[in-house]
């Protein structure tokens, strides 16, 4: 069943956010919005900050100042485990899959945070391939199918807002279209999602906005309905 959500309410607003790795200042006042329902991108080139923008909003900094606003709640001076409790999901880049568990297990295994999480027959209805491996140890899963495992994982614990870092990285193009149809289903779900990804032509076609970073810093933003006329501004902030 779709979930309603009703558009232009702010699920995620980041304002003049630093953040910090020892002594080194990597986010420079980052500011972005995201309304519920919608997902955006962070695009930009390799350490540009938009992997720091994620952990920073989640607190996985050594270091951050300015205001993290989740679904109303300010997140800026709590721990990482309050702030999940906000309604938030990461799916991080290395993926995190307990090699030692099953398939299953490793779903099972985050807390439920919120109530409203998909039960384990939705999530095998959207990831067939995983009830299919759902007791194969966690280290006989493919990139791929442990890249949807990440995925599937957060999809239980009742968090509304997901911010997946690098998704398609190293996966064969079925499993990338897979992926591209698994968020197509959780948007119209009424999920929130904010996507870094490196793979323009995988995030255009799906996200609502476009915030381009650099050195730390948002430099552009640029609607769906602009990617067109813009195509060459893109091009030259990444080099794709």
Do not use: W
């Not at 193009?173 to 904010?194: H, S």
Request: charged share 25%.
């Amino acid at each position: 069943m779709t979930s309603a959500f009703k558009p232009n309410v702010e699920m995620l607003r980041v304002t003049d956010l630093h953040a910090f790795y020892g002594e080194s200042h990597i986010l420079h006042g980052i500011d972005f919005v995201v309304n519920r329902g919608e997902m955006v991108t962070l695009l930009g080139r390799n350490g540009a900050g938009r992997t720091t923008t994620l952990k920073a909003i989640l607190g996985l900094t050594d270091r951050r100042t300015g205001s993290v606003m989740i679904n109303g709640s300010e997140a800026i001076g709590l721990p990482p485990h309050r702030i999940a409790h906000l309604g938030i999901g990461y799916c991080p880049e290395e993926r995190g899959i307990y090699a030692s568990l099953t398939c299953e297990e490793n779903l099972l295994l985050p807390p439920v945070i919120a109530s409203g999480g998909m039960s384990i027959d939705e999530i095998y209805e959207m990831f067939p391939n995983l009830k299919e491996r759902r007791y194969s140890m966690g280290g006989r899963l493919s990139g791929g199918e442990r890249q949807m495992l990440a995925m599937a994982r957060i999809l239980r614990t009742g968090a509304r807002l997901l911010l997946l870092d690098e998704i398609t990285e190293g996966l064969a193009p079925v499993i990338v279209q897979t992926l591209g149809r698994v968020l197509r289903q959780l948007k119209d779900r009424g999920f929130t999602i904010v996507l870094v990804e490196q793979n323009f032509r995988f995030a255009a076609p799906l996200a609502d906005r476009h915030y381009v970073i650099e050195h730390g810093r948002i430099l552009d933003m640029v609607k769906k309905e602009e990617l067109e006329a813009k195509m060459d501004v893109l091009h030259d902030y990444l080099g794709v």
